[in-house]
């Protein structure tokens, strides 16, 4: 008898000791760190190829009276670099301002009517080949980032183009018409949109893929046609008005002056 209740009041006291170890307060786990998100705020340099459109609408003066306006274009490809600073705010707003340089072989071959005698055509068809050489421009742009990995945005601002010289030629008889129209930079405005992800595949936060539409837009501008082999004026004036419009494909490579974020909860 007494051998049991020994036992009995051993078990008793081995389960009211597990019961109170389970009552007392436990050491919180340790806090993980939340992991960086890398900033967009910084500088960076890109570089990258596209494909362009142009149309320019055209109309001929001879002696003050416009004898009508035709329309007419080219296309081809380019290639662009730039550089540019960011920066990211409210987390997942982005302002930025940039410049980039474009080297263009945008080309047409841009056939007059009859009836337009201002190249020497003599009421014979002409044509000359034209294309834009090279384009500037610079700007802002406002960026969303639905994920921290990738930018959306639209751009916009002021912008160069040369287009060159024409040098008319009969389209009968491929003779050259001994009349030109000088090659010329047009000034004039754009926006546009795109995308840049960045790519996780080179282990490195600093390098993006960037995609980007523009349509730009330039002013009318009157030019003077002149006698090829001398210079000299003919009288005839040409005003013509272009419209560009470009699709760029680039890779940037960001500074990120601005360092990592962590994210706060």
């Known amino acids: 008898m007494n051998k049991l209740l020994i036992a009995t009041a051993a078990v008793a006291f081995a389960t009211v000791g597990t019961a109170g170890a389970a009552d007392l307060p436990t050491k919180a786990p340790p806090m993980v760190a939340a992991a960086p998100v890398q900033s967009w705020t910084g500088c960076y340099i890109d570089g990258g190829v596209g494909y362009g459109v142009w149309n320019q609408d055209e109309s001929q003066f001879f002696g003050g009276v416009n004898s009508g306006t035709y329309t007419t274009g080219g296309r081809g490809w380019l290639g662009r670099a730039g550089a540019g600073c960011d920066y990211q705010f409210y987390s997942n707003f982005l302002f930025g301002v940039f410049g980039d340089y474009d080297w263009s072989n945008m080309k047409a071959t841009s056939a007059q009517p009859a009836s337009f005698t201002a190249t020497g055509g003599g009421g014979v068809p002409v044509a000359a080949d034209e294309k834009e050489k090279n384009a500037w421009h610079v700007g ?20 160069e183009a040369k287009f060159s010289q024409r040098d008319f030629y009969s389209l009968l008889t491929g003779i050259p018409t001994g009349v030109s129209l000088p090659q010329h930079t047009y000034s004039g405005w754009f926006i546009g949109g795109g995308y840049e992800y960045r790519i996780p595949w080179f282990n490195t936060a600093n390098l993006t893929w960037k995609t980007e539409y523009r349509f730009a837009s330039y002013g009318a501008d009157n030019l003077a046609s002149f006698i090829t082999n001398t210079g000299v004026l003919n009288g ?4 013509d008005r272009k419209f560009v419009q470009t699709v760029t494909t680039s890779l940037v490579w960001r500074f990120n002056w601005g360092g990592p974020v962590v994210a706060r909860y």
């Open 236 to 239: 005839d004036i040409s005003t």
């Open 140 to 159: 802002g742009r406002i960026g969303y980032l639905p994920y921290q990995n990738l930018l959306t945005f639209i751009s916009g601002g002021w912008t």
